[in-house]
């Protein structure tokens, strides 16, 4: 049973910096390709970020140069790292696994972000 379970989020100000972090269990983190999404309040779930299973990268305008992700194989842990936060960041930010040979995606449970003065 692969899990995913994510770690990191709160209260932040705008400006000010989070590291969220997704610990993945039951599977080698190299059999997929790993991505975080966010959820804000009313809205559709989008991408935030995805990293293959060989390190590329890709962003989402919005916070393309203020985000990086990355990954960490020997220890089954995705990184987001969150820089020169926005309000419009808030939301709920979930990592998501996507097996390459399985076709089978497994979401972690969430993690509440809220950026506010």
């Known amino acids: 049973q692969v899990q995913l379970v994510e770690s990191g989020g709160g209260l932040v100000q705008p400006g000010g910096s989070l590291r969220l972090s997704c610990a993945v269990s039951g599977s080698d983190l190299g059999f997929y390709v790993m991505a975080w999404y966010r959820q804000a309040a009313g809205k559709q779930r989008e991408l935030v970020a995805g990293?293959?299973?060989?390190?590329?990268?890709n962003y989402a305008g919005s916070v393309k140069g203020r985000f990086t992700i990355s990954r960490d194989n020997p220890k089954n842990t995705v990184y987001l790292q969150m820089n020169n936060l926005k309000p419009e960041d808030t939301a709920v930010y979930y990592c998501n696994a996507n097996g390459v040979a399985s076709g089978v995606s497994y979401w972690g449970q969430g993690t509440q972000v809220t950026v506010s003065s």
């Open positions: 990293i293959s299973r060989g390190g590329r990268t």
